[in-house]
Structure formats: structure tokens, C-alpha cells
């Protein structure tokens, strides 16, 4: 599944956890190995730029964290970036430059890439969201099967086994996820594609669409 790829679906320049990247195929090979980088990561940053506020808390000294915010590492928050009044974050996460982290949001083991805004009662879990992807109010990541099965990525007859049992969503950079959808565990959303608000997605969203709702997906140059 080419249009699944890193390569497809991310302009690795725009975040700090490239290397993140450096060996795997598909973005959610990088799931497990959020935590340890970050805590690897944070030992390198310029401490002119960044403040280390705890053993693997480092936040740049350009962003905005309210004092309602909850923070736990490992972290780290990028330059530009604000967290805003009780946003909750569980940990294992990167917030990318310029990303907005809203009112009762919640991440926990996620890659935010610069210019992200999750900005008014988000769940991101176990995901990664591409550079100026956008998720609207109340807009979540399932991260967990309802039967607790390992998440499978699945376009049509094409199937992949990732053998993970946590797997939000993946989302390309410029997707726009309308208000109060819900992202079930394994979609993969290619970039430059929007999402109808109240949608319930699953599955691979292809690159450059509309989602409307399963049995709707038009190429947005067909609108």
C-alpha cells in the first residue's frame, strides 16, 4: 500500500522527529519507539532554546504553556507551540512547532508535526498528524478495537497486520477531520483530504479526497 507509505503521506522536514522516521516504510512502525526517542531527543536540544522542566520534559522557551496544562513526559514541546488551559498530556508525545494544543485535549504517545492544531476537546492516541493537519471540536482517535483484537489497515482487498493492539489514526499532512468524527483504530488519511464533520471513518481515506461517508469519496477535483 504505496499511498500508506511515510514517503506519501509526510514531508519530514516539518517536525523535529524526523529521524523518528529513518528505516521503517510506514508511519505506524513508529509507534513503539515514540517514548525512547523523545527521551533520547531531548538530551541533544539547545538548552539556549529549549528548558528541560523535568527528567524528560523539554519545552521550547518561545512556546506557550498555560499554567492549567497538564504535562507528563516524556515530552517535548516545540518552538512556537501553545498548550492551552487544561490540556492533558498523558505523555510520549511531540508537539511540533506552531501546533495548537486546545481546551481538554488529550494526547498520549502521538507525533504531532509542525503547524497541527488540536484545539478543542481532541483525543489523539497512538496516531501521528502531518504538518498543518487539523482536527475540528470534539474530533477523536479510537485507538482500541471494542473486541481488543490487533489493529489490521485495510483499503479494499489489500490488508496489512500490524500487530499492534493500540493504533489511532495516521493522519497525512493538510487533512481536515470535521467536527465530532470519530477515527476509528487503524485509518490512515492521505493528505489533503477532508473529512465531513460527525463522520465515523476506518479504513484508508485516499490522498487529495472528500469523505462524506463510506459509500461517498469523491476526488476533491470532481467537486
Not at 481488543?148 to 493492539?165: A, F, H, P, Q, S
Not at 493528505?191 to 461517498?216: D, H, Q
Request: aromatic share 8%; with cysteine; proline share 3%.
Amino acid at each position: 500500500m504505496e499511498q500508506c507509505s511515510i514517503e506519501s503521506m509526510y514531508e519530514l522536514k516539518e517536525t523535529i522527529a524526523a529521524e523518528l522516521f529513518a528505516g521503517i516504510t510506514y508511519p505506524w512502525e513508529a509507534l513503539s519507539k515514540i517514548s525512547s526517542f523523545i527521551t533520547a531527543l531531548g538530551s541533544r536540544l539547545d538548552s539556549s532554546r529549549y528548558e528541560q522542566l523535568a527528567e524528560t520534559i523539554w519545552v521550547a522557551k518561545s512556546a506557550k504553556v498555560a499554567p492549567t496544562a497538564c504535562l507528563n513526559g516524556p515530552l517535548i514541546v516545540d518552538e512556537e507551540a501553545e498548550i492551552r488551559h487544561c490540556a492533558f498530556i498523558r505523555g510520549s508525545a511531540v508537539v511540533g512547532r506552531g501546533s495548537v494544543v486546545g481546551n481538554s485535549t488529550e494526547l498520549k504517545n502521538v507525533i504531532l508535526f509542525n503547524g497541527v492544531q488540536v484545539p478543542h476537546y481532541n483525543y489523539v492516541g497512538d496516531s501521528i498528524l502531518g504538518y498543518k493537519s487539523h482536527m475540528g471540536a470534539g474530533s477523536i482517535t479510537s485507538n482500541v478495537k471494542s473486541d481488543k483484537t490487533l489493529v489490521v489497515v485495510k483499503n479494499g482487498n489489500e490488508k496489512i497486520e500490524t500487530g499492534l493492539k493500540k493504533f489511532g489514526a495516521m493522519l497525512g499532512d493538510f487533512v481536515e477531520v470535521g467536527c465530532n468524527s470519530v477515527l476509528n483504530p487503524g485509518t490512515v488519511v492521505g493528505r489533503n483530504t477532508n473529512i465531513y464533520p460527525l463522520s465515523m471513518v476506518r479504513g484508508v481515506i485516499p490522498a487529495g479526497s472528500i469523505y462524506k461517508n463510506k459509500n461517498e469519496v469523491v476526488g476533491k477535483l470532481h467537486e
